[in-house]
């Protein structure tokens, strides 16, 4: 056999024209499907929501918690009143806007697993 009789091999390096579209969603399959691993994203995040909402409240309780002590050192009506309308509610309000950050970030994190976006 001579050497120009042998078929030569080309490689073909363009883009394919048919390529298996990839499972969209494989996380959130599993979510809907109840599998165990779908259980456990959902646990993860509910987990995460508990931590805020109770690192939340251990402020508030802490906040609420150390009043009558404070009113029992000021001997005051006035500055009780004053504390009572002005002092109570910044913490307060610290507390309620971080748990809602929070509470958002995670809800976030969780959207962008079960879609599979990258962390940013």
Same mark, same amino acid.
């Given at each position: 056999m001579s050497a120009e009789s042998t078929p030569r091999?080309? *490689?073909v390096? @363009? *883009? =394919?024209?048919? &390529?298996? =579209? !990839?499972p969209r969603y494989r996380t959130q399959s599993e979510i809907d +499907?109840? $599998?165990a691993l779908g259980g456990a994203y959902v646990r993860s995040l509910m987990r995460s929501q508990l931590?805020? @909402? !109770?690192t939340a409240f251990t402020v508030l309780a802490v906040v609420v918690g150390t009043l009558p002590l404070v009113? +029992?050192? /000021?001997?005051s009506a006035a500055l009780v009143w004053a504390v009572l309308g002005f002092a109570a509610y910044p =913490? /307060? $309000? !610290?507390a309620a806007w971080w748990y809602v950050r929070r509470a958002e970030r995670? +809800? %976030?994190d969780?959207? %962008? !697993? &079960? +879609? @599979?976006r990258p962390a940013q």
């Open positions: 091999r080309e *490689v390096t @363009g *883009v =394919p024209r048919r &390529v298996r =579209p !990839l +499907e109840q $599998t931590r805020a @909402g !109770l009113f +029992e050192a /000021l001997h =913490p /307060l $309000t !610290l995670n +809800e %976030r969780f959207a %962008r !697993l &079960v +879609e @599979g």
